[in-house]
């Protein structure tokens, strides 16, 4: 089974509107995070957010906020007033146990991109 | 803001042929790490490094890859006899080492390797 799934090959939306980037996730172990990254074309890794198992809120980081939901294993990226810069690949990102130092699963990512 | 390092951006190398890719990570970080991406594929782990030992490797790091620390600041992957499917982009990470799940990994921006 796939740790991290992301449904959304693409997605498409207006500059200033808010999008949702789908992300669904499969583990046993009660100790996970959730990592969102962003790579623009140059190919970077950019971290955006993360969300940990036992965090009782929605992590926030600016514009970007994480939707958890625990019980349907999903931690979907919210991006509010999307701008031109928005417009890359998105990747989820599960680590898990407690340690920080384990390896990360990444989904197969979803590609933005914001119209003007 | 400190960063991972990783030299060249884009190498180019014929099938067969030995390279290694270079990787400066941040110098008080204590792990260490490869993955790649296959172009439009999602990021792949390949190994782990801690304590001057390979910590975890996955199926894919076969005995064609190797990582050392030659001199206590540079961290090398190695792949012996290049194939046409190693074409990816690999990215380097390193981690503090602190024991919170919070923290993720500070990528590298990537290499390109062409294998032709």
């Known amino acids: 089974a796939q740790k991290i799934t992301q449904t959304q090959p693409g997605m498409f939306v207006q500059e200033k509107e808010a999008v949702t980037l789908d992300c669904t996730y499969d583990?046993?172990?009660?100790?996970?995070?959730l990592f969102w990254y962003k790579q623009p074309s140059s190919g970077e890794m950019i971290f955006l957010i993360y969300?940990?198992?036992?965090?009782?809120q929605n992590a926030t980081e600016g514009r970007y906020s994480l939707n958890f939901q625990k019980a349907r294993k999903s931690a979907n990226l919210v991006i509010s007033a999307s701008q031109l810069g928005d417009s890359a690949m998105y990747f989820c990102?599960?680590?898990?146990?407690?340690?920080?130092?384990?390896?990360?699963?990444f989904g197969s990512g979803t590609k933005l991109n914001v119209k003007p | 803001e400190p960063e991972v390092t990783q030299t060249p951006s884009h190498q180019v190398t014929q099938m067969g042929q030995e390279v290694i890719l270079r990787c400066v990570p941040i110098?008080?970080?204590?792990?260490f790490y490869w993955y790649r991406q296959i172009l439009g594929q999602k990021v792949e782990f390949l190994v782990s490094?801690?304590?001057?030992?390979?910590?975890?490797k996955s199926e894919i790091f076969d005995d064609q890859f190797s990582v050392e620390r030659p001199d206590g600041s540079n961290f090398t992957l190695k792949i012996r006899s290049t194939k046409l499917e190693d074409s990816a982009m690999y990215f380097c990470?390193?981690?503090?080492?602190?024991?919170?799940?919070?923290?993720?990994?500070?990528f590298g921006s990537g290499t390109r390797l062409t294998v032709v």
């Open positions: 990102a599960m680590r898990e146990g407690v340690y920080n130092f384990n390896k990360f699963y």
């Open positions: 583990t046993s172990d009660p100790s996970y995070g």
């Open positions: 969300q940990g198992s036992y965090d009782q």
């Open positions: 110098s008080n970080h204590l792990y």
């Open positions: 490094f801690y304590n001057n030992e390979i910590s975890e």
């Open positions: 990470a390193s981690m503090t080492g602190h024991s919170l799940l919070y923290y993720g990994y500070t």
